[in-house]
T-cell receptor, first 113, second 111 residues
Framework: GEQVEQLPSILRVQEGSSASINCSYE??????FPWYKQEPGENPKLIID?????ERKQIQELIVLLDKKAKRFSLHITDTQPGDSAMYFC????????????FGKGTLLTVTP | AQTIHQWPVAEIKAVGSPLSLGCTIK??????LYWYWQATGGTLQQLFY??????VESVVQLNLSASRPKDDQFILSTEKLLLSHSGFYLC??????????FGKGTRLTVV
């Protein structure tokens, strides 16, 4: 089945700087790549996603890049704020994958004032 | 707007005891439904999915079972809990195989 690797596992940045999280996947059939933000004790919330027919997507301060040839995708948070501190998960799924969304192990982002 | 309600919010159960967790989706007919499990500080592991009433597919074997008795209801259960069952159980729904939305979860502690 699909495997998703996510790095780094811990990321600490200063307020106002950018944060980048990188993920790679193995199954070339994967065509949907969401990102989730999970705050302590809360459920994961979908913050942005990208499909394989796109290379870049931006929603406000969130940018997602997809490199299908390299089987890599990444999340970039520009102008980070303390409220961005949370666990972030990338995931991948493929058509015909029996509705399976495979998650990375997560990145704990801390934004310091 | 769609809403997803999970119950209970938290449970403390003894090893060997039975368990039943529930999930209800409102505002969406025939959703795809999922159960996920998350160990403390861990990643999200899909356990089951269902695309229609009465049909449930298992993704991993964890001595758990799931059922979908109604279009808007998904149940996770086991007859005998293990210590390893502790964690955060999340019900989720989607329109298709993308854009999965999670409920608020049930925190289970097995003692």
């Amino acid at each position: 089945g699909e495997q998703v690797e996510q790095l780094p596992s811990i990321l600490r940045v200063q307020e106002g700087s950018s944060a980048s999280i990188n993920c790679s996947y193995e199954d070339s059939a994967s065509n949907y790549f969401p990102w989730y933000k999970q705050e302590p004790g809360e459920n994961p919330k979908l913050i942005i996603d990208i499909r394989s027919n796109m290379e870049r997507k931006q929603i406000q301060e969130l940018i997602v890049l997809l490199d299908k040839k390299a089987k890599r995708f990444s999340l970039h948070i520009t102008d980070t704020q303390p409220g961005d501190s949370a666990m972030y998960f990338c995931a991948a799924s493929a058509v015909g994958s029996n509705y399976k969304l495979t998650f990375g192990k997560g990145t704990l982002l801390t934004v310091t004032p | 707007a769609q809403t997803i309600h999970q119950w209970p919010v938290a449970e403390i159960k003894a090893v060997g005891s039975p368990l039943s967790l529930g999930c209800t989706i409102k505002g969406k007919s025939s959703p795809n439904l999922y159960w996920y499990w998350q160990a403390t500080g861990g990643t999200l592991q899909q356990l089951f999915y269902s695309i229609t009433v009465g049909q449930v597919e298992s993704v991993v074997q964890l001595n758990l079972s799931a059922s979908r008795p109604k279009d808007d209801q998904f149940i996770l259960s086991t007859e005998k809990l293990l210590l390893s069952h502790s964690g955060f159980y999340l019900c989720a729904w989607s329109r298709d195989s993308t854009e999965v939305f999670f409920g608020k979860g049930t925190r289970l502690t097995v003692v």
